[in-house]
């Protein structure tokens, strides 16, 4: 029987972990570290992914949620890693992506892994729910919950001033 | 400025959230791209020498098969093992455990307690005997 390359195509495949990561512990060089780190340990580990229970992608996140699990304690997240910078002098299109990424940053951590599972790395509820040990239903209302909390932080973005925010996400 | 926060509403948060997904350094992806498909490339050669080892085998058994080879190679080891067998082989020294010299001068057999017989080898009690003219007694109704 021939054994199926999971990187056989390995751009989208950087590309989605690296949303997920980013989403997850913030954009920037320890994101990078962490999806170099994915990559190395599924290009050791390749012969034990199994075709049958799930896509290539299923299994990087799975690596990458280790990665992410077993960094230093000193390497922890906070909303500093996210990008924030003042709105004066940016386009319509970069202030987003900043806003979008702060009130993404300052979401609890379980909400934030389950918006890096679904719009970073893109994965279905489906393969979110087998990642997780739970059900479909269930990971959709989650997600349904956390994206309502992402809107309400995005709109309590808009009304605080960014020195405020700052300040809100020290304490 | 604040045209994109109207799209927020459920699919709009969503649309956003993927279009603006957080992309790597194309430095990254390049040096990930490489590094993947160098190790690919290091597996495969290595599965293509395994396999052509093997197809070369089995093209060197057809052509053998094909010209009765094999029956010639599976005889010719058949011999030489039984060759080598032969010689390495040692032989003792022979005993005959039969033979007139020892019938004759075997050790004698020890004698059977009284009341007992030798048979076949091995010491038997004897019946009375009924005598000649032993007779039932006649029927007498």
């Known amino acids: 029987m021939f054994r199926v390359d999971p990187l056989a195509n390995p751009e989208p495949l950087i590309r989605r972990v690296y949303a997920y990561v980013a989403y997850r512990i913030g954009d920037g060089p320890d994101a990078e570290d962490i999806t170099s780190e994915t990559f190395e340990r599924a290009l050791r580990y390749k012969k034990s992914y199994d075709s049958r229970k799930g896509e290539p992608v299923a299994w990087l996140i799975g690596i990458a949620r280790r990665c992410i699990e077993g960094r230093p304690p000193n390497l922890e997240i906070s909303s500093e890693h996210y990008e924030t910078a003042d709105r004066g002098d940016l386009e319509d299109d970069a202030l987003r992506r900043i806003v979008l990424s702060g009130a993404v940053g300052r979401l609890e951590e379980r909400d934030r892994e389950l918006i890096a599972l679904r719009y970073g790395a893109d994965l279905t509820a489906r393969q979110i729910a087998e990642l997780h040990d739970s059900k479909t239903n269930a990971i959709e209302v989650a997600l349904h919950r956390a994206l309502g909390r992402l809107r309400a932080q995005m709109e309590e973005d808009d009304e605080s001033p960014p020195a405020v925010r700052k300040s809100q996400a020290g304490r | ?141």
């Open chain 2, 1 to 141: 400025m604040r045209s994109w926060r109207r799209k927020r509403e459920s699919t709009g948060l969503e649309a956003e959230l993927r279009a603006n997904r957080p992309e790597p350094s194309r430095e990254l992806l390049y040096k990930l791209e490489a590094r993947v498909r160098e190790d690919g490339r290091r597996s495969r050669a290595g599965s293509f020498r395994i396999a052509f080892a093997g197809a070369l085998a089995g093209g060197v058994l057809a052509a053998l098969a094909s010209v009765g080879g094999l029956a010639y190679a599976t005889t010719g080891v058949g011999q030489a093992v039984e060759k080598a067998t032969r010689v390495v082989h040692k032989h003792g020294v022979t005993t005959l455990h039969k033979s007139a010299a020892r019938s004759q001068y075997s050790k004698p057999k020890a004698k059977c307690p009284k009341g007992k017989k030798r048979v076949r080898g091995t010491c038997k009690k004897v019946k009375k005997a009924r005598g000649v003219n032993f007779r039932r007694p006649p029927f007498t109704g």
